[in-house]
C-alpha cells in the first residue's frame, strides 16, 4: 500500500475503482477512456476538488495496468484481491486501510469510479454533511439516495463487517435509513453509471 502524505483533516475519499467490467467486455473501468486520460484520474480529481486532500483509490481488475497507466501521485493505492467478489470486497479493504492507517480521519467519503456525472460540487455538499465520527450522509437525487456517501469512523467496523457481494453498505444503509443525513444534489450532479457499451457514449 502506498502512503499518502500527512494530512490532518477531518474527511478522506474513499474511491472503489476495482471493477473488472464485465458488461463492457470485460474492460476495467479504471482504464475507460475520459477526456483523453483513464476515468479514475477524474474520480480523484473530483474528490480532491470536492474538499478531500487525502484519497485512497481500491484497485482490483488490472491494477498493475491502472498503476501504469493512470496519473495516482498522492493516492493511497489499495490492492483488492479478492474484487471479484464485488463492491462489498473493495469497499471492506477501503475502510480496513483506513483504519489501519496512523492518519487521522474521522470520516470516509466513499465515491464511485464509473459515475463522472457527480462533479466535486456534489462532493462538497455531502462532505459538509459531516459533524463527528457518527456522521452518516448521502447524496439524494430527487429524494432518491446516492453517491457520494459518507460515513463516520465510529461507524467504519459495522460497515465493513455488513459488506458483502456487490451490494456495498446497501444493508448498512437500509438497517440505518432514519439516521441518514440525505443531501439533494440533483441539482448539479447526474448519477448515472458507466455499466454498458451503451453507456459509454456518455464519457467525453
Known sequence: M???PTN?????GLLL??????RLGGRPKALLPHRGRPLVENAVRVLREGGCRTVYVVLG????EVRARADLAGCVLVDNPDWAQGMGSSLRA???????SDEASGAALVSLVDQPGIGPEAVARVLAAHRSGDSLAAASYDGKRGHPVLFGADRWADIAASATGDRGARAYLKAHEAEIAL???GDIA?????DTEADLGRLQ
Request: glycine residues 16%; aromatic residues 4%; contains cysteine.
Open 2 to 4: 502506498t502512503q499518502p
Open 8 to 12: 490532518a483533516a477531518g474527511v478522506t
Open 17 to 22: 475503482a476495482a471493477g473488472g467490467g464485465r
Open 61 to 64: 481488475a488490472a491494477a498493475e
Open 94 to 100: 477501503g475502510l480496513e486501510a483506513l483504519t489501519a
Open 183 to 185: 443531501v439533494e444534489c
Open 190 to 194: 447526474e448519477p448515472y453509471d458507466i
